[in-house]
């Protein structure tokens, strides 16, 4: 909370999360200034919540408002199932291209493009607080661009702030940077083809067969052809193992679409 506002980082899957954490502020006797919200990307299960939070300034990266504009909708319809509550799309209203500092709030938000192209970050200076959003996971990144040497250069941008903990978005807040060094390690073996799966667990080797899949798909015309049938045919090779499981059998159908596509 800060001396202007009370910034939410996030809103989930839909108003009714955020109605509780509401609740349980005022039960505790704090004094809730206006709200404003901050979108680190566009995905579903990150705006869902704002509705709740009536006319609220929303703070993104403005890519965050094209691609909301263009997938907001369709994410609705595609994940309803995920929805709790009734929710409602709510757009950004004050995006920035680079960067924006509430000098008053001790807060600075910048464009770190990564797990998607419109991915921000949030430093709160006084606190020492630094929040990445999905920019940094475990086990490994979760791709949803092609420019993997971009992500390299946002996550390793975090190592320039003096941040005491690091608040991601599926993992529990921590004191340590392992794991922005671990997903550093998976990029840069990624470019380099070094990353082996085989000694993953299954999860883990799923979610880098569809990271080869998304690059593939994205990068054909820069790639080549050639290129883009390799990461296909090394993510086929992971899938194979693990056919019994619905989401690799999904990214298998997948992943023959974009071959026959190819001749």
Known sequence: MGDKATYICDTFLGPDPVEQILSWFNENGYDLKEFSVFYSHYHYDHVWGSCALGSSTVIAHEKCRELLLEYGESEMQEYGESMIGDAALVLPNATFTQRIELHYDNLT????????????????????????????????????????????????????????????SHDSPTKEANLIRENIDYLARFLSKGYDSSLDDEATSIRH???????????????????????????????????????????????????????
Not at 144 to 165: A, K, M, N
Not at 218 to 223: I, L, Q, R
Not at 234 to 258: G, M, S, V
């Open 109 to 168: 938000f910048w464009h770190t493009p990564g797990h998607t192209p419109d991915c921000s970050s949030m430093y709160d200076s006084e606190d020492a607080v630094l929040f990445v959003g999905d920019n940094v996971e475990s086990p490994i990144p979760f791709l949803d661009t092609p420019d993997i040497d971009g992500y390299l250069r946002s996550i390793e941008s975090y190592f320039e702030v003096d941040w005491d903990l690091l608040v991601t």
């Open 209 to 263: 067969a569809r990271n080869l899949v998304t690059v593939a798909k994205s990068e054909t015309e820069e790639m080549g052809k050639s290129i883009s049938r390799e990461y296909l045919g090394r993510a086929r090779a992971i899938l194979e193992r693990f056919e019994d499981n619905p989401t690799a059998l999904k990214l298998l159908k997948k992943l023959d679409q974009l071959l026959s596509s190819f001749y």
